[in-house]
């Protein structure tokens, strides 16, 4: 039986395939996408989740948009690393696909609600939506199967030495889902930069002779470019897929158990996430940690998402009639 999921992002180069893996793999029930301020504004991450679900033949999933801001400080966009429009690089038609009228955490709360089983959450962005959902609704904790987050690392940040973007965007948000006692998974950047686009991989986008293939291609190529520009790194980590990947087939990111912490008082830490792998502290495990991917069934996985949209156009594989 697929595993119910709801995607909350922040579209985003690399949240824009997080959500093609979600549509496409029959290993998972993609029940709605939700969006939040990070990379960019609220307005532009979810006029880019309208972009992505109207290219990629996603009409059937209700997109809600959410919280505008972090909980407590000011936002801090992406601009850098995503462009000025969240998902800069390839062009993209005018949406076709609407946002439902709802807030994104009353809609994640009435489906959690309604829906027959317990729902995986899947963020890929700031955890404020989350966070807000865990406490306006504490009901909701026991309605939830699993949260599995792209965000954190077991090593350095990527926004300051000690903090990786979505962590560090809303601390506080992270501290209320990691102390929730919420089964949570994180795939931080230690295991997502094992996700590397090289030219091979790039390749195999673009060999699909697809109109999805290539924006996919196209997106990569840009992230690629800000990868080099501001890291130096000669292929970009794709993060967000990584999250959706584990959901899919959990033997693809080995995980292991340990307590994480949300730094929120560190003048030059706020937002690291502080996992115990060595159990130095006495603190209770509260997450499992990702540390390795298969990177072979990782882009196998994602090639075929992607693949399997473009070929059916509209009408994507999995959707519900
Ligand atoms: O640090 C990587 C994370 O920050 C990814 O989710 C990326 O989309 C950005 O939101
Ligand atoms: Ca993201």
């Known amino acids: 039986m697929p595993v119910p999921i ?13 959500i093609m893996l979600a549509a496409a793999n029959p290993a998972v029930d993609l029940l709605a996408i939700t ?9 532009k991450t979810s006029l880019n989740a309208r972009r992505v679900c109207t290219v990629a033949g996603i009409t059937d999933v209700p997109i809600a948009a959410g919280c505008d801001r972090p909980l407590l400080q000011q936002l801090a966009v992406a601009d850098d ?7 800069d690089g ?39 939506n989350i966070a807000l959902l865990l406490t306006r609704y504490p009901d909701s904790a026991a309605r939830i199967r699993e949260i599995v987050l792209m965000g954190g690392s077991t090593e350095r940040g990527n926004r300051t030495p000690a903090s990786e973007f979505n962590i560090h965007t809303d601390p506080e948000a992270a501290d209320i889902v990691f102390r929730s006692g919420v089964p949570v998974t994180m795939c931080g950047l230690n295991v997502t930069h094992q996700a590397l686009a090289t030219p091979e991989v790039l390749a195999r986008f673009e060999g699909l002779g697809t109109e999805l293939g290539d924006i996919c291609a196209g997106l990569l190529a840009y992230f690629g470019s800000t990868y ?62 990702a540390v390795t991917l298969d990177t072979g069934l990782f882009w196998d996985h994602m090639v075929d998402a ?16």
């Open 90 to 128: 390839p062009h993209f038609p005018e949406p076709t696909v609407d946002l439902v009228p709802e807030h994104a955490v009353e809609l994640i709360h009435r489906i959690l609600v309604e829906h027959p089983e317990p729902v995986t959450l899947v963020p890929t962005a700031p955890l404020t």
């Open 6 to 18: 709801i995607i909350d992002c922040d579209p985003g180069h690399d949240d824009a395939l997080a």
């Open 35 to 43: 969006t939040v301020a990070g990379n960019q504004t609220l307005e």
């Open 306 to 321: 992607v693949a399997a949209l473009g070929r059916t156009g509209l009408e994507r594989p999995g959707a519900r009639g």
């Open 81 to 87: 690393v995503h462009g000025e429009s969240g998902m």
């Open 228 to 289: 080099r520009r501001l890291w130096n790194m000669p292929h970009p980590p794709l993060h967000d897929p990584v999250a959706v990947a584990r959901v899919i087939d959990p033997a693809v990111v080995e995980c292991v158990e340990a307590n994480v912490t949300v730094e929120l008082h560190g003048r030059y830490t706020r937002g690291a996430t502080v996992v115990d792998l060595h159990r130095y502290l006495d603190r209770p495990v509260n997450a499992k940690v």
